[in-house]
């Protein structure tokens, strides 16, 4: 079974307007981490942001916030406001843990558009 | 702060012969991985290391690929024999210790290569 999976290959938005993107999960872990990563064309993977297992609260980083249903397993990135240059890849991502820090899982991706 | 740092950025090579990569983590970290990135896809764990010993592989890591981190700084991957399947992304990234879930991984821009 996939550990992430992301259902949208691609996404457009209009500048400045508000974006989901959604991240499915599958562990049977207790503790595990998410992570949000953005590729630009320059191929550098970019951390966004970091949701816990046990936060009982969203977690936000500026126009980034991280919509975490833990029941349903899922863990959506918002980007509010988008602007052009957030045009890129996104990487949903996993760490599962204690037994098993060494690996992140990646899902396959979501290429966002921002349309002037 | 330097970042990770990967070289050379891209490799052409033909079929058959043997290309080396290198990967320069962020020096206090102690924490190495390997990736593969095809087009489409998310990153795919290869291989990761703790100081200079490399403590888990990918099955993706067939035979003709081997990677090493002397004396527990910058690693290097290297193919053998390369097929036009080895084409594909490769990205290096580093971490601290990973004691915990929020531990992120700081990624390189990757070598891309292409066998013809």
């Known amino acids: 079974a996939q550990k992430i999976t992301q259902t949208q290959p691609g996404m457009f938005v209009q500048e400045k307007e508000a974006v989901t993107l959604d991240c499915t999960y599958d562990?049977?872990?207790?503790?595990?981490?998410l992570f949000w990563y953005k590729q630009p064309s320059s191929g550098e993977m970019i951390f966004l942001i970091y949701?816990?297992?046990?936060?009982?609260q969203n977690a936000t980083e500026g126009r980034y916030s991280l919509n975490f249903q833990k029941a349903r397993k899922s863990a959506n990135l918002v980007i509010s406001a988008s602007q052009l240059g957030d045009s890129a890849m996104y990487f949903c991502?996993?760490?599962?843990?204690?037994?098993?820090?060494?690996?992140?899982?990646f899902g396959s991706g979501t290429k966002l558009n921002v349309k002037p | 702060d330097t970042g990770v740092s990967q070289d050379p950025r891209h490799k052409i090579t033909k079929r058959g012969q043997n290309v080396t990569f290198r990967c320069d983590p962020i020096?206090?970290?102690?924490?190495l991985y390997w990736y593969r990135q095809t087009l489409g896809q998310g990153p795919e764990f290869l291989t990761y290391?703790?100081?200079?010993?490399?403590?888990?592989k990918s099955r993706l890591l067939s035979d003709r690929f081997s990677a090493e981190r002397p004396k527990g700084s910058f690693s290097t991957l290297e193919i053998q024999r390369t097929e036009q399947g080895d084409s594909a992304m490769y990205l290096c990234?580093?971490?601290?210790?990973?004691?915990?879930?929020?531990?992120?991984?700081?990624f390189g821009s990757g070598t891309q290569l292409s066998v013809l």
């Open positions: 991502a996993m760490r599962e843990g204690p037994r098993n820090f060494n690996k992140f899982y």
């Open positions: 949701q816990g297992s046990y936060d009982e």
């Open positions: 290391f703790q100081n200079e010993a490399q403590l888990e």
């Open positions: 020096s206090e970290h102690n924490r």
């Open positions: 562990t049977s872990d207790q503790s595990y981490g």
């Open positions: 990234a580093s971490s601290q210790a990973a004691t915990a879930t929020n531990e992120k991984l700081f």
